[in-house]
């Protein structure tokens, strides 16, 4: 059923581009408006239908996962790439936290899209002037990488709910402008590499998600 909504998501959205073109583009400012506001829920029902299809899959156990080395330093780099051009128009800093030469073992494409869902949410709820931060350390077995901003901050009564998928806070930091569908999926990635993650925020100061995964960089150099 997913699928199928896909599919008609998807053509929605191309009969939408199609009528953005100059030839077809309607006169009227309200005409050209409703254009836009297709093309955008179409784009936005395609996103949604996508990520859900993605938590069905985690659940029901259906993706296989890689099992490769992913330097961190590089990870950080396609996160800060992705998101330069949003955090230089809001006038917030992306800020990469020196660290050792750290390697995750695990899916490249899914813990990318963790982090990257952990980065956007971030910078989506951080003020002109703040900084979002990305942080990576070995300890006690574990890699920890740490996504981190001075934002608005999450309420207290919230933090337990803050991976629900769907669940949003009102006046607050949570999913707004996303499917809300992104912190649900950084838990079921997680998860499925064997390890977690949490939240701490001090409102109006700071808001920490943490990764925690199992280091297993030198039992998969001497295998």
């Known amino acids: 059923e997913f699928r199928r909504v896909l599919f008609r998501s998807t053509a929605i959205r191309g009969y939408a581009e199609t009528l953005a073109l100059p030839q077809f583009l309607p ?3 309200e005409g050209q408006r409703a254009v836009k506001v297709i093309q955008e829920e179409g784009e936005r029902i395609e996103h949604l239908v996508k990520d859900l299809l993605d938590l069905a899959r985690f659940e029901a156990g259906g993706l296989t996962l890689a099992q490769e080395f992913v330097d961190v330093d590089e ?3 396609r996160v800060s790439e992705r998101h330069a051009k949003a955090a230089e128009d809001k006038g917030v800093e992306i800020v990469v936290e020196p660290h050792d030469d750290i390697r995750l073992v695990g899916d490249p494409h899914r813990l990318e899209q963790a982090v990257q869902n952990l980065a956007a949410n971030a910078l989506r709820h951080t003020p002109p002037g703040g900084h979002v931060r990305l942080a990576a350390t070995r300890a006690d077995g574990q890699v920890r990488v740490t996504v981190s ?4 901050g999450i309420p207290p009564e919230h933090l337990p709910h803050v991976f629900d998928r769907f669940y949003k806070v009102d006046q607050s930091r949570l ?3 996303g499917s809300g569908l992104g912190l649900s ?3 079921a990635v997680v ?9 701490r925020s001090r409102q109006g100061v700071e808001t920490v998600f943490e990764v ?3 280091d297993r960089s030198k039992i998969e150099k001497t295998a």
């Open 27 to 29: 006169e009227s400012r």
């Open 149 to 152: 901003d001075d934002g608005v």
């Open 175 to 177: 999913q707004t402008g």
């Open 185 to 187: 999926i950084v838990k």
């Open 212 to 214: 925690s995964l199992p």
């Open 191 to 199: 998860e499925r590499h064997g390890g977690s993650v949490s939240v």
């Open 75 to 77: 990870l950080f780099e």
